[in-house]
Nanobody, 120 residues
């Protein structure tokens, strides 16, 4: 059974930091691209960051580039999203996804979300 378990959300003040984790199981981790998406109330679903596990290539949305860092611990089948300099506009439910191959498309598997709330 495929599982993606997102955790690490919470309430933080503007300028603060959080680290999200996405623990994966039930598939060959190295064959996948793992992505973080977010959805704020009343807003479109937004791709935040992506990591290609087999070569550690990373990609970021322009709105988070320079503030967020995605990484993976392949021994633990876990992807992290380090979020620094958080702003109120980063408030959203954050989801991780897994796609077979080298693109984070949000087509294959999804985890449950974790709420991130940034207060001003």
């Amino acid at each position: 059974e495929v599982q993606l378990q997102a955790s690490g959300g919470g309430l933080v003040q503007a300028g603060g930091s959080l680290r999200l984790s996405c623990a994966a199981s039930g598939f060959t981790f190295a064959d996948y691209a793992i992505g973080w998406f977010r959805q704020a109330p009343g807003k479109e679903h937004e791709g935040v960051s992506c990591i290609i596990i087999n070569d550690s290539s990373t990609y970021y949305a322009g709105s988070v580039k320079g503030r967020f860092t995605i990484s993976s611990d392949n021994a633990k089948n876990t992807v992290y999203l380090e979020m620094n300099s958080l702003q109120p506009e980063d408030t959203a439910v954050y989801y991780c996804s897994a796609d077979y191959g080298i693109y984070c498309r949000g087509y294959d598997y999804w985890g449950q979300g974790t709420q991130v709330t940034v207060s001003s």
